[in-house]
């Protein structure tokens, strides 16, 4: 038993669990989302047909299935389904019901048997002369459960029975899971030394999405389209008289008037009535007519006004209100952290590796013919229980 396999203490408890976190939840057993309350109960329920009496039997045939030393019973996989599922059952004949229910249970027993195996092995990898460090990791558990609740062990037991165990149970539980954890980080590689071109890589492939504060600019706009303006005369320019309306909007501006108030009264802007206020965060994408605003801005100051800006059926006054430059954070300041990310993705990648292996594992168990048998008999029982 080497160092890091060294159980009861704080710290290795809290690495072991976010080990196994990431092994339940991140990778999982297959590719196969874990079914949830909202994809159970959100199967659209088919028309009823009658029942037929055979239907109604109760179920013979194969009420556990075997993994190892360990089993699982129909009863541990139907009783925590039956709410769930009680409407579908209701309103399909059995057929149908297993037709749309099979797929959903078959991966519930996948996800059983897989956590199962994982116990297996790590058991076996553990050895016996283990077991009582186990015990004292265990207890520990144990204690710190009982202080969650002031050290006042009625109260403990108490929301042991709320959630359907007892001790017995519960320090059952404690100890799978302890026994799994361990397993999972002696399994991790080794924390290997990181070369200079490996944390530059992994920079590079981050830098963008992690380390890059993109740019951005906020503008108001008052933006004069000229097929848009009353005329006073019908013979008028129109282009002219956009013209002159702008340098007549900018002397405004320079006597003091409010850019707001001004473009919400002579702006055709899809902005005019937040007072042309608007923002890029990324102003070399901007689209055509507004490419050209973003270029304007590069010798520009914050609270600067420019204009009349012409391109194609707009004339507009710009203010820029904020500029922001795009910055990269330098490798120098988030090495460590880029360094956790290689580490992290080496372990992830060897918990992959044994997610697959027991998935395999897990399912040619469950699609054997004693796993197919299981499965049926699980589906007839929660039919007959949902429908009762």
């Known amino acids: 038993m080497t160092q890091k396999r060294t159980f009861g203490t704080g710290t290795t408890c809290c690495l072991l669990a976010a080990l196994l976190l990431v092994c339940c939840s991140s990778c999982q057993y297959l590719n196969k989302p874990k079914p949830t309350r909202e994809n159970l109960s959100n199967i659209p329920p088919p028309q009823r047909t009658r029942l037929t009496s055979s239907e109604l039997l109760e179920p013979s045939g194969t009420m556990v299935l075997s993994v190892g030393d360990e089993t699982i019973t129909a009863k541990e996989i139907v009783d925590p389904l039956i709410d769930r599922i009680s ?14 229910l099979k797929p959903q249970l078959e ?4 996800n059983k048997v897989s956590d ?17 460090l186990v015990n004292k990791a265990v207890e520990t558990e144990i204690r710190k459960f009982i202080a969650s609740f002031g050290g006042d062990y009625a109260k403990a037991e108490k929301q042991l ?21 361990s397993y999972i980080s002696s399994i991790m590689p080794e924390d290997e030394s990181i070369t200079h071109k490996q944390l530059l890589d992994a920079y590079n492939k981050m830098k963008e999405k992690s380390f890059t504060t993109p740019a951005a600019i906020t503008l108001r706009l008052i933006d004069i389209q000229p097929d848009k303006l009353e005329l006073p005369e019908p013979n008028l320019n129109r282009r002219k008289y956009a013209v002159n309306l702008a340098y007549k909007i900018l002397l405004s501006l320079k006597k003091g008037d409010d850019f707001a108030e001004l473009a919400k009264k002579y702006s055709h802007g899809y902005r005019a009535m937040n007072g042309g206020l608007w923002e890029s965060r990324n102003p070399q994408s901007l689209a055509k007519p507004y490419d050209i605003l973003a270029k ?3 010798n520009m100051k914050p609270g600067q006004i420019t204009g009349p ?14 500029k922001k430059i795009k910055t990269v954070t330098p490798l ?4 460590k952290q880029v360094e956790n990310k290689i580490r992290f993705e080496r372990r992830e990648k060897a918990i992959n590796k044994i997610s697959k292996n027991i998935a395999k594992e897990a399912s040619r168990l469950t699609s054997s013919e004693t ?12 039919y007959i229980a949902a429908t009762k």
């Open 161 to 181: 029975k709320q959630m359907g165990t007892n001790w017995k149970n519960f320090r059952k539980q404690q100890k799978k899971l302890i026994i799994t954890q």
């Open 296 to 298: 304007k801005t590069e």
């Open 87 to 100: 409407l579908l059952a209701q309103q399909a004949d059995f057929e149908n019901f297993k037709q749309q």
């Open 309 to 322: 800006i012409q391109t194609g059926n707009h004339l507009f006054i710009m203010k820029l209100e904020q």
């Open 332 to 335: 120098q300041k988030i090495q």
């Open 371 to 382: 796993g197919e048998k299981f499965i049926n008999v699980c589906l007839r029982k929660l």
């Open 107 to 110: 991966q519930i027993v996948v």
């Open 116 to 132: 199962i195996i994982l116990y297996q092995r790590a058991k076996k990898r553990l050895g016996e002369q283990s077991e009582s």
